[in-house]
């Protein structure tokens, strides 16, 4: 049981530069989220998918885009890459339906992007 | 604004020793806390508490959460050098679930 899955792991992007990281998940969650974490402020919310078919705004969405492929599929898009969207990036996934209150989370291994 | 604050920060302890690890927080509606370990990657699940009072236990691993002074305790007993990671509260409403910094704790042989 693969549970969440990343891609890629790593990643260096000029500034300015588009990229997408990917997320699946093969638990039958209904609920997915992306995450970011920065050093000495925690896992930060940037979109969640409460849902098939629905996408909301988390804590820090500005500079990125999310698509909810299907029920196991999670995508988050940076349009146009940003020195401050250095991170490490977490896809999350929930069994119920709801916001990022809802539940217990799954966490993916984590993608470290680097923006140049 | 709901904030969660975790300390100490980070903590370096030997082999067999006890530690507390330390979440306070304010949020409205409060609905649940959370604690996560994270080692190299994804942080993964180790309690909720939703009730004062109310001691959750696995192994060497206990927590308590106190809802009228706002906190949460991770106590961890006999420690091995496999409980080096990063520990994480988080605290949720209806709406939203917000996490700590972290606390960092090694253990030495």
């Known amino acids: 049981n693969a549970g969440v899955t990343q891609t890629p792991k790593f990643q260096v992007l000029k500034t300015g530069q588009s990229m997408t990281l990917q997320c699946a998940q093969d638990?039958?969650?209904?609920?997915m989220y992306w995450y970011r974490q920065d050093p000495g402020m925690g896992l930060r919310l940037i979109y969640y998918?409460?849902?098939?078919?629905?996408?909301d705004k988390g804590e820090v969405p500005n500079g990125y885009n999310v698509s909810r492929l299907n029920k196991r599929e999670f995508s988050l898009r940076l349009e146009s890459a940003a020195p401050s969207q250095t991170s490490v990036y977490f896809c999350?996934?929930?069994?119920?339906?709801?916001?990022?209150?809802?539940?217990?989370?799954?966490f993916g291994a984590g993608s470290r992007l680097t923006v140049l | 604004e709901d904030k969660v604050v975790q300390s100490p920060l980070s903590l370096v302890v030997h082999e067999g020793d006890t530690v507390t690890l330390n979440c306070s927080y304010e949020?409205?509606?409060?609905?649940?806390l959370l604690w996560y370990k994270q080692e190299k990657k994804a942080p993964t699940f180790l309690f909720m508490l939703?009730?004062?009072?109310i001691e959750k236990k696995s192994g060497r691993l206990s927590s308590i959460l106190d809802k009228k002074e706002l906190f949460s305790i991770l106590n961890i007993t006999a420690t091995q050098t496999g409980d080096s990671a990063v520990y994480l509260c988080?605290?949720?409403?209806?709406?939203?679930?917000?996490f700590g910094a972290g606390t960092r704790l090694t253990v030495k042989p």
């Open positions: 988080a605290v949720a409403n209806n709406n939203d679930m917000r």
């Open positions: 939703t009730s004062s009072g």
């Open positions: 999350a996934s929930s069994s119920t339906s709801g916001g990022p209150g809802a539940n217990v989370l799954t």
């Open positions: 949020v409205t509606n409060f609905r649940s």
């Open positions: 638990m039958n969650h209904n609920s």
């Open positions: 998918s409460a849902s098939e078919g629905t996408t």
